[in-house]
Antibody, heavy 113, light 106 residues
Framework: QVQLKQSGPGLVQPSQSLSITCTVSGFSLTSYGVHWVRQSPGKGLEWLGVIWSGGSTDYNAAFISRLSISKDNSKSQVFFKMNSLQANDTAIYYC???????WGQGTLVTVSA | QIVLTQSPAIMSASPGEKVTMTCSASSSVSYMHWYQQKSGTSPKRWIYDTSKLASGVPARFSGSGSGTSYSLTISSMEAEDAATYYCQQWSSNPPTFGGGTKLEIK
């Protein structure tokens, strides 16, 4: 069955970068895209970006200057990186499959010194 | 970007009661999608393409609407339906989510 498993740190220092890996199973990254969404008490659910099956990406304009999504098809892994984190970036970060049909378990990220 | 407004923000229903929640879009969208989220868990796709039930979703759930007005209905409330429901559109970039309707059991 389809699964998305996330791995990454829970604590990030202000101004530092966040990196999360999403490892998928049950589908091929060469056939389907993977989205990234975050959830915070203040802003609810926010779509951050997507990497499509062909490797192209689309980003939310609000994050385009500090967000990067890449992947390794052979390892079924998608890599999320956001730079220059501040306190208001504290949130749960999710990866989700094509059409948001399946979601990872979420990574709670706290930005604090 | 398209803003989705859900109402009510919080509601409660007794077992067996019919429940309807709405999602209003700031501009017309082709489809609306709904997610169920329970505390401490990831959102689950619940209804997609306005009215199609995701796998495993009970038939007491239904979705309808068009243009800027959409709704999710539960024909007969059950305790397991208590959760927060979010609407979402991706007819227009970027995909956006509503603020959620928290449904509680009386």
């Amino acid at each position: 069955q389809v699964q998305l498993k996330q791995s990454g740190p829970g604590l990030v220092q202000p101004s530092q970068s966040l990196s999360i890996t999403c490892t998928v199973s049950g589908f091929s990254l060469t056939s389907y895209g993977v989205h990234w969404v975050r959830q915070s008490p203040g802003k609810g659910l926010e779509w951050l970006g997507v990497i499509w099956s062909g490797g192209s990406t689309d980003y939310n304009a609000a994050f385009i200057s500090r967000l990067s999504i890449s992947k390794d098809n052979s390892k079924s892994q998608v890599f999320f990186k956001m730079n220059s984190l501040q306190a208001n970036d504290t949130a749960i970060y999710y990866c989700a499959s094509h059409s948001f049909a399946y979601w990872g378990q979420g990574t709670l990220v706290t930005v604090s010194a | 970007q398209i803003v989705l407004t859900q109402s009510p923000a919080i509601m409660s229903a007794s077992p067996g009661e019919k429940v309807t929640m709405t999602c209003s879009a700031s501009s017309s969208v082709s489809y609306m999608h709904w997610y169920q989220q329970k505390s401490g868990t990831s959102p689950k796709r619940w209804i997609y393409d306005t009215s199609k039930l995701a796998s495993g979703v009970p038939a007491r759930f239904s979705g309808s609407g068009s243009g800027t007005s959409y709704s999710l209905t539960i024909s007969s409330m059950e305790a397991e339906d208590a959760a927060t429901y979010y609407c979402q559109q991706w007819s227009s970039n970027p995909p956006t989510f509503g603020g959620g309707t928290k449904l509680e059991i009386k």
